[in-house]
């Protein structure tokens, strides 16, 4: 079989991105819009700060704050929605409820108004709660027999210890106490728009859009305030915890480390660190214990950015007999990185993924809506997105050097390992100190 060497890559183009244009508006509402023509559709994303929300109560109110209001119910909102081929969905987590949508552009009126509609007067029927609270709870009891569920949770818990990011699901019997005027009480203290920030994304003008927002969101208010959330505290690595699953066939394997928010000048040298370590296929740890040695399918690290504090979590499912040896590893690669330079080819490498990530993730309408709204929720505009790949084409190997001594030691990792203890703690007591607790303690 004739082998053919691949083609080089091309240059990197210039990221081409639109103007924002943005106002804000009496009642204290961020409206950015921008203009993307590609094709007659709009992306709406409304972000309402959210921080310190009672959990069970901000996570039951974005499961049924479309199930109707005053004057309309869910089926004939989602009716409406559909007549302009739009729809809306919510969600909420520590930092933030978001509201996202999606329609025809000449349905952009509709659909505001039908989000100003949920936004003044959702009003959480009785049967509606209900239901989503029953569905929940099975959601919930269905996760927490997950290993991917228990062992997040474990690590959280030994990241964050008594901040509000800690515990990110309720317990059922939590969710079985909210009830609808909870929901409508907790709705007037946080869903206000002093502090929200409504973006637009599509084939649409930019001054009719931001025009169509004040005449359907500019009576929109609120008395409340958002819960301020407190920095995230250091890190503090300690012995290893080791959450005993007995019986179970594999481990997962969990390092949280620290990170710095993207602003920080640190931040595009770190990006290109954590994927010369394991950020994407052909990584070193990835090499490593995945293709090199089998130890799992799809290891994978990844810097999770907040309000309140940024870090990078590694992580891994492995066979139980080879807990030890995949951890050892695992050690072994951040250590590498943390002392030596990655190659040249390895950080050109890197840079060419992360430079072309970012232009396929802005390359839709949605992906584009999504960046922006990750970025608006963090005080940026989109053209910090610029300014950060000027960054990580401009970084050395010497940068990349300095952000993995500084942030992907071994000694900085928080280590959390779910799986059977009576297989897996003697391998892992041999790597350093383990203290083992029951899952779900």
């Not at 989000?115 to 049967?127: I, K, M």
């Not at 062992?151 to 800690?166: D, F, S, T």
């Amino acid at each position: 079989m004739t082998v053919r060497t691949l083609p080089p890559l091309g240059p990197n183009r210039k990221l081409k991105l639109p103007r924002e244009v943005e106002r804000t508006l009496p009642n204290g509402l961020t409206v950015i819009v921008l203009r993307r023509p590609a094709v007659p559709l709009v992306e709406l994303r409304l972000w309402v700060p959210f921080g310190r929300a009672h959990l069970a109560r901000g996570l039951m109110m974005s499961q049924t704050l479309l199930s109707g209001t005053e004057t309309m119910s869910s089926v004939q909102l989602a009716a409406e929605l559909q007549k302009v081929g739009g729809g809306l969905s919510c969600g909420a987590d520590s930092d933030r409820l978001m509201i996202s949508g999606t329609g025809l552009s000449t349905g952009l009126d509709r659909i505001l108004e039908l989000l100003a509609e949920v936004l003044t007067g959702a009003s959480y029927p009785n049967d509606e709660v209900a239901t989503e609270r029953a569905r929940l709870i099975d959601g919930i009891r269905m996760a927490q027999s997950q290993p991917t569920h228990l062992v997040r949770k474990a690590l959280l818990k030994r990241m964050y210890g008594k901040h509000p990011y800690a515990v990110q699901t309720p317990e059922p019997e939590q969710v079985e106490a909210v009830r609808p005027a909870a929901l409508r009480s907790l709705h007037a203290a946080r869903v206000r728009p002093a502090g929200a920030i409504l973006l637009l994304v599509g084939d649409v003008q930019e001054a009719k859009a931001l025009d169509a927002v004040e005449r359907a969101l500019g009576d929109w208010t609120g008395d409340g305030a958002p819960g301020e959330l407190p920095s995230t505290p250091p890190l503090e690595p300690g012995p290893l915890l080791l959450v005993d699953r007995p019986d179970s066939v594999q481990s997962s394997v969990r390092l949280a480390l620290p990170a710095v928010p993207r602003t920080h000048p640190d931040h595009a040298a770190l990006q290109l660190a954590n994927l010369v370590f394991g950020g994407y296929f052909s990584s070193r740890w990835v090499e490593n214990i995945r293709e090199d040695k089998g130890y799992t399918y799809g290891p994978h690290s990844v810097i999770e950015h907040s309000v309140a504090g940024s870090s990078l979590v590694v992580a891994a499912e492995v066979a139980t007999e080879v807990t030890g040896p995949a951890l050892l590893e695992t050690i072994y690669e951040l250590g590498r990185l943390a002392t030596l330079p990655p190659k040249e080819d390895e950080l050109e490498q890197a840079r060419q993924y992360a430079l072309g990530t970012l232009q396929l993730g802005i390359s839709t309408q949605a992906g584009l809506a999504a960046v922006a709204s990750a970025y608006a929720g963090s005080g940026l505009r989109l053209e910090f997105l610029a300014e950060h790949a000027a960054r990580l084409a401009k970084a050395t190997r010497d940068d990349v050097a300095a952000a993995a001594a500084s942030y992907l030691a071994p000694s900085r990792a928080v280590t959390v390992v779910l799986g059977d203890a009576g297989q897996v703690e003697a391998p892992l007591g041999v790597l350093g100190p383990v203290r083992t607790e029951a899952a779900g303690s």
